[in-house]
């Protein structure tokens, strides 16, 4: 079955960066494009980034765009989230998911105080 582990969360202070990472097993990893979505407290689930299979092509929410970046590892099964100049209200709980499957991992608390 799709399993996702994610990793790399931690406290960071405004403006510090982090890199989260997700190893994939139980598909064929390079067949599929995969997402970072994250959850705040009170807020509902929301999308990111996303790469596409090959790691070609990226998209990302607004509100991220110049800060985050999504990559990917195919001989690793792992995708990535670069983030940087972190924010305040970008703390949250993050998750990867391939848009495929249902499954969610447990994600990884990402916290931005000072």
């Known amino acids: 079955q799709v399993q996702l582990v994610e990793s790399g969360g931690g406290l960071v202070q405004p403006g510090g960066s982090l890199r989260l990472s997700c190893a994939a097993s139980?598909?064929?990893?390079?067949?599929?494009?995969m997402s970072w979505y994250r959850q705040a407290p009170g807020n509902e689930r929301e999308l990111v980034a996303t790469?596409?299979?090959?790691?070609?092509?990226?998209n990302y929410e607004d509100s991220v765009k110049g800060r985050f970046t999504i990559s990917r590892d195919n001989a690793k099964n792992t995708v990535y989230l670069q983030m940087s100049n972190l924010k305040l209200q970008d703390t949250a709980v993050y998750y990867c998911?391939?848009?495929?499957?249902?499954?969610w991992g447990q994600g990884t608390q990402v916290t931005v105080s000072s």
């Open positions: 998911k391939a848009p495929s499957f249902p499954s």
């Open positions: 139980g598909f064929t990893f390079s067949s599929y494009a």
């Open positions: 790469i596409g299979r090959s790691g070609r092509i990226t």
